[in-house]
Structure formats: C-alpha cells, structure tokens
C-alpha cells in the first residue's frame, strides 16, 4: 500500500495509489481510515511531503563509500561512526516530489545530493530495543539530501550547509509493509556499506527522545 499525502481543491488529504491514480481516504495513516468514494488522477492533485514530522531526524555518514567521498570534498579525516551520528533537520527545509530545489544566492555552488531511506514512525517511540524497533515503523520513504559542501566545511554548525530552504526534498510516497530485510536486499545493502540498520538507529535516538508518530529519520544507504 502506498500513501499520498496532497492538495485537492485546496484541501489537503490522504489518498492511497492505485492504478495509477489515487484513492482519497478518510482519515490518515496514523489511524483509522477509509475510502471516501473520492477518487483523482495524479496530474490533478499537487503532491505534497508524505508527512509533515514534528521533528525530523537524520543519521550522517553511515554509508562507507560516501562517508569517505565526504572527507575528500570537506578536507578532512573523520571515521566512519561505530554508532549513528543521530542529529536534527529543519522541517523547513522539506518540499514535495518534483518541487525545484532552490541554492541561496549567496552560495559557493558546491553542491552534493545523497538519495536517502526516510523510515516515517506510526506510534510514539521511547526506550525500545533493537528488536521491536521496526513494530514502530508505519513505513517507508525516499529523500533527497541537499548540502552546500563549502557551508559545511566552514560552518560550525550545519544550519544552512543541510537546513536551507527547500534542501530535504521527500517522497512522493510512503510505501507501507516493507520490512528491513526487504529494503537491505533492494539497495544491496551489507554490514560494510551500511554499518547501521533502522532498527539500531531507532533503538539508540529513542534512548533519549520520544519518538512521536509521523516523525521521521533519514540515512543515506547507496549512491
């Protein structure tokens, strides 16, 4: 099952994809829901960000390859982390599928994009263990990780290297049903490339934060 989340007529609703057009539904994912006997064809309707989280998560350099390809371009010598490296992003920062991504005037123009898993939480999350991780997952995203690699190099921080507008591009759905082992044969994933699963990264961020439903956290898998 695939959800939508989109403006209509002004209205913005939940909608679920089938055959090529959507089924709009009462309701949301987060709870109860139904059709309501509405249906629209994609062209018809603006997508928007499949959720719109109270926080937003993101776990840095937890693909091998692209962990080292980020010290070539930042000019340094970091190691890839032995646990996630969990920070924050600025919801402020997501656009929709097919929105333009926009680069500050004032920007060096050395500009990268990572293609990330966004794993989209159902129900508040506190303390879990490893193994009961993914019963918190409702499903499953794609998202566009924008960064100003100069910003990032030179800032202390990462407010607008990875938080400037329109730089967390998301969606255009969220696939439900899809279990970790699923998404590690799809990307070709292994132990070396991706040293940490959805499960550790949601086991450790809810150790520390509650983790509410529609809450997001996004790592980069493969380039």
């Not at 994609?42 to 010290?71: C, I, R």
């Not at 600025?90 to 990572?114: C, K, M, N, R, W």
């Amino acid at each position: 099952m695939k959800w939508l989340r989109y403006k209509a007529h002004a209205e913005v609703h939940y909608g679920v994809l089938e055959d090529g057009g959507i089924r709009q539904m009462r309701g949301t994912p987060f709870g109860p829901h139904e059709p309501d006997g509405k249906k629209h064809a994609l062209g018809d309707v603006a997508l928007l960000p499949p959720v719109m989280p109270q926080t937003f998560y993101a776990v840095g350099a937890n693909y091998v390859a692209h962990a080292h390809e980020a010290n070539t371009l930042l000019k340094r010598n970091n190691a890839v982390p032995k646990k996630p490296d969990v920070g924050y992003r600025a919801t402020s920062a997501l656009i929709a599928h097919d929105e333009p991504i926009v680069i500050p005037a004032d920007s060096a123009g050395v500009i990268q994009f990572e293609g990330e898993l966004v794993a989209v939480i159902g129900r508040t999350a506190k303390r879990v263990s490893e193994a009961e991780a993914l019963s918190y997952v409702l499903g499953y995203t794609i998202g566009n990780d924008v960064s100003e690699r100069v910003w990032q190099a030179q800032d202390r921080t990462i407010w607008r290297s990875k938080n400037s507008d329109t730089f967390k591009p998301m969606g255009h759905g969220s696939k439900r049903r899809w279990t970790w082992s699923n998404w590690s044969r799809a990307c070709g994933l292994t132990a070396n490339r991706f040293p940490n699963s959805i499960p550790t990264i949601w086991s450790l961020g809810s150790r520390a934060t509650s983790a509410k439903s529609a809450n997001i956290s996004r790592c980069t898998p493969a380039t």
